[in-house]
């Protein structure tokens, strides 16, 4: 099986997970980018004021998400670029909530989506002061990008599990997870309401 999965970054617009203004995607095929889509959104209504912390960060203003799509609006073209492929992250666990969360204030169902961290996997693969962002994808010889720039970040996130797979050699995301004792995390499924008798 090859090393194919698709790189995901989300920006917010505030502390809320549902509050996403700018998504990145990268898709991986073989160990090489084949295709990245990055836009604007406008967050889901009652998730969407923007806060100066989230401001400073990205640099993503109300003004910029005016004409973009509404989140219920983008959410099919978001998931028909990921297809059914493990979603990589840097600290997964955010940006999947983001997907879940945002998709939940819209009334839309999220794809059982599997994820790979690829923080937990710089952590595994390179010795360095700080796994953030751009000092890890620097270790896998990723220089130099735009960080808090969504497709950017995808960007980066995509190269250092391409070059953590090269290290440990293996062939999928599957067996880079084995090899640096991690898992691909599986979806939570939803509780099954118990009846009351």
């Known amino acids: 099986m090859p090393l194919d999965f698709t790189a995901i970054d989300f920006e917010t617009a505030n502390s809320s997970p549902a509050s996403a203004c700018a998504v990145g995607l990268v898709r991986v095929r073989g160990g090489e980018v084949v295709a990245t889509a990055g836009w604007l959104i406008q967050p889901p ?3 969407d004021e923007f806060m100066e912390w989230n401001v400073r960060i990205h640099g993503i203003r109300p003004e910029h998400v005016a004409t973009a799509s509404s989140w219920a609006d983008q959410f099919d073209r978001l998931c028909a670029f990921a297809g059914a492929d493990v979603l990589v992250a840097h600290n997964a666990g ?17 794809p059982p989506y599997r994820s790979l961290c690829s923080l937990q996997v710089a952590r595994k693969t390179y010795q ?5 962002l751009p000092l890890a994808a620097a270790a896998a010889g990723y220089e130099e990008f735009s960080h808090h720039d969504a497709l950017a970040d995808a960007r980066a996130c995509a190269h250092i599990v391409v070059d953590a797979a090269r290290r440990a050699a293996a062939a ?9 004792s991690l898992r691909v995390t599986e979806p939570a499924l939803p509780a099954l309401e118990r009846a009351v008798a």
């Open 94 to 110: 955010f940006d999947l909530n983001v997907l879940r969360r945002a998709a939940e204030a819209t009334g839309q169902i999220c």
């Open 172 to 180: 999928d995301v599957f067996a880079l997870a084995d090899a640096l």
């Open 45 to 47: 209504p009652g998730h």
């Open 128 to 132: 360095l002061d700080s796994y953030r």
